[in-house]
Nanobody, 116 residues
Framework: VRLVESGGGLVQPGGSLRLSCVAY????????MSWYRQVPGKERELVAI????????KYADSVKGRFTISRDNRENTVYLQMNSLKPEDTAVYYC??????????WGQGTQVTVSS
């Protein structure tokens, strides 16, 4: 199983980025998918989660109204659209696949830096 994130980079405050995470080697439609982020010296925090069918998304208070999680089960891909980015959104972003009948799987992370 592999999860491969992409789409990170350097963006100015107020800008947008779209992260992608492609899953290989699992039955994607069974898994709830989520995005986490981590900065050095802090615990990894949940940013957004979407159910296996894509019918429900939940967000951390800090990103509500700015970030949108979505998925395409035909493409085995989960997305995180990030708008109105702030310097405090700077972090390494990770995707995670979770299903009750299997261990959790994590990607390698993609760096997002919000700076002028």
């Amino acid at each position: 199983v592999r999860l491969v994130e992409s789409g990170g980079g350097l963006v100015q405050p107020g800008g947008s980025l779209r992260l992608s995470c492609v899953a290989y080697g699992l039955t994607f439609s069974r898994y709830d998918m989520s995005w986490y982020r981590q900065v050095p010296g802090k615990e990894r925090e949940l940013v957004a989660i979407i159910t296996s069918t894509g019918s429900n998304g939940k967000y951390a208070d800090s990103v509500k109204g700015r970030f949108t999680i979505s998925r395409d089960n035909r493409e085995n891909t989960v997305y995180l659209q990030m708008n109105s980015l702030k310097p405090e959104d700077t972090a390494v972003y990770y995707c995670k696949a979770a299903w009750i009948a299997a261990p959790d799987y994590w990607g390698q992370g993609t760096q997002v830096t919000v700076s002028s």
